[in-house]
């Protein structure tokens, strides 16, 4: 349809044709026209897409009546892709193309055509819109834009089962010839699978596809448009094609016959043995159930299945004995849990194995005649009185003698013995029910040809029950009675009980003893194990008798009765008028009285531990300073021997030793001078400076004697101190050199040998060289060891 406006414009056609200023085409006559001719004739332009010339692409011309042909007319053109696309000729009003066009990306375009004065620039025409469509070419090809496929389906399914559908598109204009029209096929995949040429369903073409055979596959699938003709465009996919298993497979034993070996000592519920039968399906199809049809070990082995190896686990269901039974014989069944009924016509889906167990001999260890035994014994019964008797044997050939022993962790107080050859228990100590009502206690039986093989039995012993134990009170009752109550008002009931147990049931009886007889209350025994404290008539006042004592008798009803005597306390309280005591004591509430007994007992206990107290604490004092410090009693002189290997700076030296001890020394103890000089007179003549050794040694020696809280040890200090220029000159008679060449030191000291092995050390150490000084000192230490020794006689006596 042509739009004629206000002004002409000339078209070319895909005929050749163009229209004229006349608005008809050059194969009509505009004098044959007998409407009014317009300005304007109008169409659509149509261009091709994708065009490869070198020139710019004719598309079509503008032109007006009003042009002349002067040049006053300029024709402008505006819109879409005006200037960058499409270019006009302002004085010809030819439009061209100067780019390549994409119908894919932009199918027309929209512009406006303008025709204005050169001088004036006004519109000699009204603005008018057209458009400019892209002509399509077969410039495409087919895309799987949902492409690579993949898909699953059952194995053996039927020929022309849907698998998947594949979806190709064309990015051509369908309505535009065929360059969208596309057709499918399968170029890799047949002959198993098909597709259809115009929909792109894919379907099985072979009935027995086998998964255990080939589990996948692999399609190429071709999608071309011009309805597949020779020159069109195509594009492919790939379509993997999954197959899913089905149970088409019985199970099968690799093998017909399996032998296994089983030892005589495994524990029931032992795994001995497995078996699996082979299923090429997978998943639930692939599952088997095993079960034993027959065989000589029905009853001892079971199997089972194991859910993740799909194996038959047998397993051992009763104990086994070499020398009764050494071998088993099984037929084991293994078929599908779930079976396709379509399948069932090619034959059963189990299969049958038979399975030959082997028993093994092994040295098995005592075996009791019964793993637990009940035995009874009298808690009256004798030391040594028989109990029962238990019996093992070796389930071995070699038959290997029993010895019988009581494990000590049944037995820690050791109430019973065994025969370690017989098995016979007997009682080892006198047995209480009251204490421990059931012994038990694990015997043990060991091979004497292999005490490594033990067994064990557990043995229980109930004591039976004596009337050893006569009845008592069931609690400590307190109990009080109101001035002013009546005669024959219960003032307590009583209840008792018994620790023995007798098979008819406790029966007790009830009475006041016949010394005691109390004209204040009477007892009725209610036959029911319970009695009842009466008042008698005559009152009761508390400042005539504050507390009464009723002697009550409990027996028994055994063969012969057992009895025994209570004391029931009755306090006389004062009592409001509903009977509620206020006071128990003249002057006293009746908590008082009721916590008089614990406030006594409290007070004596505290009494007692205090004095417990003190006496530790003393015995810890008086044996603190009276133990030597060490622990060898035999030794008495104990040495504490101080080595300097420095030599001092003499009397100028005032920091590192004392020395106003050292030159005061002859000024103390004038009155010990003299024992001093008894003591020199009977020994060797000793040197010039020794003098004021000895009085210093006596003098420590005194102190001991005298101190009774010293400790009954000697400490001898060595003096070495070599001062030069010291006014009490050398102290040392261990470490002088001019001692040595004296004639005083080549006294034989062989006396100290005689003295015993406590002094041996002393003479192996100075051996000939010691000094005269040294025998006096040795004599004072041996009188120091007689006088510890006496000391510690006394102590002793003590």
Not at 163 to 169: E, S
Not at 543 to 550: E, G, V
Request: net charge negative.
């Amino acid at each position: 349809t042509f739009l004629l406006l206000s002004f002409s414009i000339e078209i070319l056609l895909p005929a050749g044709l163009f229209l004229r200023p006349g608005g008809g085409a050059s194969a009509c006559s505009p004098a044959q026209h007998s409407r009014r001719r317009r300005s304007w004739v109008w169409n659509q332009f149509f261009v091709l897409e994708e065009f490869t010339g070198n020139d710019p692409l004719y598309v079509g011309k503008l032109h007006s009546d009003v042009d002349k042909g002067d040049g006053q007319v300029r024709y402008v053109l505006t819109g879409e892709g005006a200037a960058s696309i499409f270019s006009i000729d302002e004085s010809t009003g030819d439009i061209h193309a100067t780019r390549r066009l994409d119908r894919e990306q932009q199918a027309y375009y929209t512009l406006r055509a303008q025709a204005r004065n050169r001088d004036t620039n006004r519109l000699v025409e009204p603005e008018s819109q057209f458009i400019i469509k892209v002509q399509d070419v077969n410039d495409n090809e087919p895309k799987f834009l949902d492409g690579p496929y993949t898909a699953r389906v059952a194995e053996r399914s039927p020929v022309g089962t849907s698998v998947v559908t594949v979806v190709a598109t064309d990015a051509d204009d369908p309505t535009y010839g065929n360059s969208a029209r596309l057709m499918y096929s399968i170029l890799q995949g047949q002959p198993y699978f098909s597709v259809e040429p115009k929909t792109g369903v894919v379907r099985t073409a072979l009935p027995d596809l086998d998964r255990e055979v080939r589990d996948s596959h692999l399609l190429v699938v071709q999608a071309k448009d011009m309805i597949g003709q020779i020159g069109g465009l195509s594009g492919s996919t790939s379509v993997t094609v999954i197959l899913t298993d089905v149970n088409d497979n019985p199970p099968h034993f690799p093998r017909r016959s399996y032998q296994f070996s089983v030892r005589e000592s495994e524990l029931v519920s032992t795994v001995v043995a497995k078996i699996r039968a082979v299923d090429p399906d997978e998943g639930p199809n692939a599952e088997l159930d095993y079960r034993i049809l027959d065989g000589d070990g029905l009853g001892t082995f079971s199997i089972t299945t194991d859910s993740h190896t799909q194996e038959g686990l047998i397993t051992l269901h009763k104990n086994l004995d070499f020398e009764t039974k050494s071998s088993y014989m099984l037929r084991v069944e293994a078929s599908n849990l779930y079976v396709d009924a379509r399948f069932l016509s090619s034959g059963p889906f189990s299969d049958v194995a038979t399975v030959r167990l082997l028993v093994q001999n092994v040295d098995e260890p005592p075996v009791f005649h019964s793993s637990v035994s009940w035995m009874m014994v009298s808690e009256a019964a004798a030391v040594g009185t028989e109990v029962g008797s238990v019996l093992a044997r070796d389930p071995d050939a070699t038959n290997s003698p029993i010895r019988y022993s009581i494990d000590r962790q049944s037995n820690l107080e050791r109430y019973f013995h065994i025969d370690s050859g017989t098995g016979v228990i007997t009682t080892a100590q006198p047995l209480d029910r009251e204490t421990v009502a059931v012994h038990n206690i694990t015997v043990v039986a060991t091979e004497r040809l292999d005490p490594s093989l033990t067994g064990k039995a557990v043995v229980l012993i109930s004591v039976t029950d004596v009337n050893d134990n006569p009845p008592s009170l069931a609690i400590d009752y307190d109990t009080f009675v109101c001035e002013n109550s009546e005669p024959g008002q219960i003032v307590q009931t009583l209840s008792a009980v018994d620790r023995d147990e007798p098979e008819e049931g406790q029966h007790f009886l009830f009475s006041l003893s016949e010394a005691g007889q109390n004209l204040s209350f009477t007892l009725r025994d209610n036959k029911d194990n319970t009695a009842s404290i009466l008042t008698r008539p005559g009152g009761f006042l508390q400042r005539d008798q504050l507390l009464h004592l009723l002697p009550v008798v409990i027996s028994d009803s055994s063969r012969p009765p057992l009895s025994s005597t209570n004391t029931l306390s009755i306090t006389v309280c004062t009592c409001d008028a509903a009977g509620e005591p206020r006071s128990c004591r003249q002057g006293a509430p009746l908590l008082l009285l009721v916590s008089l007994q614990s406030a006594v007992t409290a007070a004596v206990l505290t009494c007692i531990l205090t004095l417990l107290g003190v006496v530790v604490v003393t015995a810890a004092i008086r044996r603190r300073r009276r133990d030597p410090l060490t622990v060898v009693a035999e030794r008495c002189v104990q040495e504490n021997i101080v080595c300097y290997d420095d030599e001092g700076g003499g009397e100028e030296d005032t920091e590192a030793f004392d020395m106003l001890a050292l030159r005061h020394l002859n000024t103390t103890g004038q009155s010990h001078q003299t024992q001093a000089r008894t003591l020199t007179s009977t020994s060797e003549p000793t040197s010039e400076g020794n003098w004021l050794f000895l009085p210093f040694i006596r003098e420590r020696l005194q102190q001991a004697d005298l101190d009774s809280a010293a400790p009954p040890f000697d400490s001898l200090q060595t003096y070495a101190f070599e001062g030069s220029g010291s006014s009490a000159a050398s102290l040392s008679s261990l470490n002088s050199l001019d001692s040595f060449n004296s004639q005083e030191c080549q006294q034989n000291y062989d006396l100290l040998k005689e003295w015993g092995p406590r002094f041996r050390k002393l003479a192996d150490l100075y051996g000939h060289r010691q000094t005269s000084l040294l025998k006096h000192v040795f004599l004072s230490l041996h009188d120091c060891c007689h006088h510890f020794h006496s000391e510690s006689k006394n102590f002793m006596n003590i």
